[in-house]
């Protein structure tokens, strides 16, 4: 049983930095890939970044060399940094399992329909 549960997002000036968290249960966390996903109103959901069980990762371009993604397999916990937030980073965000080849994360393509309640984050002045 998939379970999904995040936190961490708040209100922050543009500028600002969060931590986000996802903690994983129910499944072998050591052999999936963990995505991290972004959803603001009116859009589609989309794909921010990944990691995969031998810590490779992947960033969307819109987030890349400000979002950082790491791993804790012994809290079976992900964390997602967000560095110099922008208004258009104001979404939920929501972590699940994604499929890994060769040692690197595929986010789009999901292990898991499941998903967690996801966190909000606004990014606003």
């Known amino acids: 049983q998939w379970q999904f549960v995040e936190s961490g997002g708040n209100l922050v000036q543009p500028g600002g930095s969060l931590r986000l968290s996802c903690a994983a249960s129910g499944f072998s966390l050591d052999s999936y890939a963990i995505g991290w996903f972004r959803q603001a109103p009116g859009k589609v959901r989309e794909g921010v970044s990944c990691?995969?069980?031998?810590?490779?990762?992947y960033y969307a371009d819109s987030v890349k060399g400000r979002f950082t993604t790491s791993r804790d397999s012994a809290k079976s916990t992900m964390y997602l940094h967000l560095d110099n937030l922008k208004p258009e980073d104001s979404a939920d965000y929501f972590c699940?399992?994604?499929?890994?080849?060769?040692?690197?994360?595929?986010?789009?393509?999901?292990?898991?329909?499941?998903w967690g309640q996801g966190t909000q984050v606004t990014v606003s002045s």
């Open positions: 990691i995969s069980s031998s810590h490779n990762t």
């Open positions: 699940t399992a994604t499929r890994q080849l060769d040692g690197h994360c595929a986010i789009r393509e999901l292990q898991t329909d499941s």
